[in-house]
């Protein structure tokens, strides 16, 4: 279904084939960070970062991605979903202000070339109030829950 290879940015995931919208794309089991926050970590809580390795470290950013991740902020798996209908050969993102309060690692200008690119990334606190409505579920858990404009999204998988 996806392929790690080289692109415009770097290593990026690849669709193999097309991905229907709302597919279940990888799973992933996380392990503590012991560095903390690095560039391949992806925040799961207040201080906490995980390594998912290999598919998910290799997911760009976008700030108009098509996929989500569910994190449960427990330190449970991680679930990559197509938030669209993904076409061969079309790279796989995140965006990564979705999971993260604070960007450190990326501090120059945003390089994910989409219409809505919005310059740089900072982190949660600066994505805007009508990406975090539309993203729902794939906002971490505990920034939906910390987030009073977004506490009342449950994470319910039943409908993805």
Do not use: W
């Not at 279940?24 to 992806?42: C, K, M, N």
């Not at 900072?122 to 805007?128: D, I, N, T, W």
């Amino acid at each position: 279904m996806i392929e790690i290879r080289e692109g415009r940015l770097g290593l990026g995931v690849y669709a193999a084939r097309p991905i229907d919208a709302g597919a279940l794309i990888v799973i992933g089991h996380p392990r503590p960070s012991t560095a903390g926050r690095t560039r391949h970590s992806v925040q799961i809580d207040h201080d906490v970062h995980a390594i998912f390795g290999q598919p998910i470290e290799s997911f760009n950013h976008s700030c108009d991605p098509n996929c989500g991740i569910l994190l449960p902020r427990d330190g449970g798996s991680a679930e990559v979903h197509a938030m669209r209908a993904i076409a061969e050969g079309e790279e796989l993102t995140f965006d990564y202000e979705s999971f993260e309060d604070d960007i450190q690692h990326m501090p120059g200008p945003c390089l994910c070339g989409s219409r809505g690119c919005r310059g740089k990334l900072r982190g949660y606190g600066a994505l805007p109030a009508d990406r975090r409505e539309a993203y729902g579920i794939y906002v971490a858990e505990y920034l939906r829950e910390a987030d009073p404009r977004t506490a009342a999204v449950e994470l319910d998988t039943s409908a993805v």
